[in-house]
């Protein structure tokens, strides 16, 4: 019997994501929502939101988490937070800004059996982006939202239209380009396409998965933005996950502005946006500088704590991640 249930995280201001989301798939949520670093939020008020803008109560879980600074966004506590209350066999993870297409259930449906056989095959859902529709460095949902792609034919129209859209962020190679979006316009619903090696530790791709206690949770040391989704999916390969790439289903990035946790990322004392760091502040006031030495940490955890399974390894000529 094998069920899925969408997982995500956010903030209060993106909560109006969530109509579009309940529009394009109709199971189960688990939604776990940071309401600010002082204030509370009854989940029942979060319930009635929910339901003004189209989405059936009957299948949301949601769950507040609050007591953090807007530079340290508890993005790994909330993605965990909302992965506890998770009742189907299988979890569809994406960050709220990443829509899921409208075929997604269907076609995941045609791989239940190879999902229930194989508790360790987790299912790559290729990342794509639609270009900002406005040129004023503003939100605009009313040009940005009518055009998100909802199937595959849409997005194929937007990518060559311009092109209006395309792969997600083509400027960092490690996150996303380990998957194979050369095949995706050739691939039929029913094909899974295995991810042999990947060109990056960085490789950080949203995930179609099998919820159980050997599943690795995320790492709640990470906060803010950087290396949080990462270094959980370097745990899944490790652990001995497969990643095979789904065939027609996809997701695709909303083009917001930057989050506060991301303009925290490069900026030290003032919170300023810096290119690099500057004599008149350590190296430690940067909130960058902070997540790489949490990631040494987890990193030289991982090789001595979790014996090595890795089936999917580091292509012969993947990134050189340390130099980065």
């Known amino acids: 019997d094998v069920s899925f249930t969408v997982v995500t995280q956010l903030s209060l201001n993106r909560l109006w994501m969530m109509e579009h989301h309940c529009a394009r798939w109709k199971h189960s949520f688990s939604i776990a929502v940071y309401v600010g670093p ?9 319930y009635a939101k929910l339901q003004e803008i189209g989405c059936d109560r009957a299948r949301m879980t949601v769950q507040t988490v609050s007591g953090y600074s807007d530079e340290n966004y508890p993005i790994n506590t909330l993605r965990n937070t909302a992965l506890s209350a998770v ?11 990443f829509w899921v297409s409208v075929d997604l259930d269907d076609n ?28 004023e460095w503003r939100e605009c949902p009313e040009r940005n ?54 060109d990056s530790n960085r490789y950080e791709p ?12 995320f790492q709640e040391a990470f906060t803010g933005y950087g290396k949080n989704k990462m270094t959980w999916v370097m745990q899944l ?4 996950y497969q990643l095979s790439q789904l065939g027609s289903s996809f997701v695709v990035h909303y083009p917001h502005l930057d989050s506060k946790a991301r303009l925290q990322w490069n900026g030290g004392k003032d919170g300023k946006q810096l290119r ?35 089936v999917v390894p580091k292509c012969a000529d993947a990134l050189n991640d340390d130099e980065r």
């Open 38 to 46: 002082k204030t509370t939020v009854p989940a029942e008020l979060l």
């Open 87 to 97: 009742k189907t066999s299988h979890v569809v993870y994406v960050d709220v800004d």
């Open 108 to 135: 995941l449906q045609l791989h239940a059996e190879q999902l229930a056989l194989d508790p360790k095959l987790a299912l790559v859902l290729p990342a794509f982006q639609l270009n900002r529709q406005c040129k």
């Open 145 to 198: 939202v009518p055009r998100m792609p909802k199937d595959k034919d849409e997005l194929l129209g937007l990518i060559v239209e311009g092109p209006q859209a395309g792969a997600f962020d083509r400027t960092n190679r490690g996150g996303h380009g380990s998957t194979r979006y050369h095949d995706c316009q050739d691939l039929e619903s029913y094909e899974l396409l295995p991810i042999e090696c990947v």
């Open 206 to 217: 949203y995930l179609v998965f099998r919820y159980c206690r050997d599943l690795p949770p």
């Open 237 to 240: 390969r490790r652990s001995g």
């Open 276 to 310: 690099k760091p500057v004599e008149s502040h350590a190296l430690s006031d940067y909130k960058r500088s902070q997540i790489d030495r949490t990631f040494v940490r987890f990193r030289d955890w991982l090789e001595s704590n979790v014996p090595d399974q890795t």
